[in-house]
């Protein structure tokens, strides 16, 4: 879901949860959940022997009425696997708003994801989404999220996975991710740069609520947009959290009424109760008050 401030797009991807595409009770009580997107996985949750079923099923979704007001992501197989070309054929013929891609390395990865779905005319609408879950993404996060702002570019979010990227470099699991926390913010500064969305890793023990909203907590303070998740049981804390707060909103909405006085066209700084406020901040302010539009828009009261 999104809209437009300025010339950037406005999206909503606080909640981001991934369901197996071999679960059809699962992607049945989709449409009840209040995440912002889905990600159909046919990827780590999908058994080897179950991948057909799971194309299926999310064929069989896509050939009905899909859930309204949430993007919709299929996660395919690593490119160079024996089921990716399969997964392709699906995506082409589903459409859905965005394909994730896993274990990206190179910012070839994705331009050459880019070009196949271009050469076979698939919508420019169709997006790619890049799953950075290996040191070389790490390592190569600025080219990649780069990649977005390429002639012909699809890219448009970068989601971090911590449990592929602990097991590639031994780092044990710490509820604070004291020793990730450089990679993730490697992450959020180079979707920053080139004005991609960041999600955050998912949290796996999701009975355990209160370390979770703390996990959420550390990841919008650094920045990310949303959160990864495997369990509908998480979706409220990330929404809450990956919201804007009422006293933002406040601030927000009075920042926007300063600068849209008259004669305020041509104020570039003003003081705004003791502070002294740039345009940049104007349009901070106008993302911020449209994300929450949306929410409003979502459920209206």
Not at 159 to 172: A, F, S, W
Request: some cysteine; proline content about 5%.
């Amino acid at each position: 879901m999104s809209l437009r401030f300025d010339h950037h797009p406005v999206r909503l991807r606080r909640s981001v949860l991934c369901l197996p595409a071999s679960n059809p009770r699962a992607i049945d009580k989709m449409a009840d959940l209040d995440s912002d997107a889905v990600i159909l996985d046919l990827e780590d949750a999908v058994a080897e022997e179950r991948k057909d079923e799971a194309r299926g099923n999310i064929r069989a979704l896509f050939a009905g009425s899909r859930p309204a007001g949430r993007e919709m992501i299929v996660r395919v197989n690593e490119a160079g696997s024996p089921h990716f070309a399969r997964d392709m054929a699906l995506v082409l013929e589903c459409e859905p708003d965005a394909v994730l891609l896993p274990k990206v390395r190179a910012q070839d990865d994705i331009l050459e994801l880019s070009a196949f779905l271009s050469e076979n005319d698939a919508s420019d609408a169709l997006r790619i989404w890049a799953m950075m879950e290996t040191p070389l993404a790490i390592l190569n996060a600025g080219s990649i999220a780069e990649a977005g702002r390429t002639r012909g570019g699809r890219l448009d979010c970068l989601v971090v996975g911590l449990n592929d990227l602990r097991k590639e470099t031994g780092v044990p699991f710490d509820p604070a991710r004291t020793y990730l926390v450089p990679w993730l913010m490697q992450v959020v500064l180079a979707a920053r740069a080139f004005e991609l969305t960041a999600i955050d890793s998912v949290s796996n023990a999701f009975r355990e609520l209160a370390g979770y909203e703390a996990e959420c907590a550390q990841g919008r303070a650094m920045g990310f947009d949303g959160k990864m998740l495997i369990h509908p049981a998480q979706i409220d804390g990330a929404n809450r959290t990956f919201g804007p707060t009422e006293a933002e909103i406040a601030e927000a909405e009075e920042i926007i009424a300063a600068f849209s006085t008259p004669g305020a066209d041509g104020v570039n700084a003003m003081n705004i109760n003791g502070r002294m406020v740039e345009r940049l901040h104007f349009e901070q302010a106008g993302r911020l008050a449209a994300r929450a539009r949306m929410i409003r828009e979502r459920h209206p009261t």
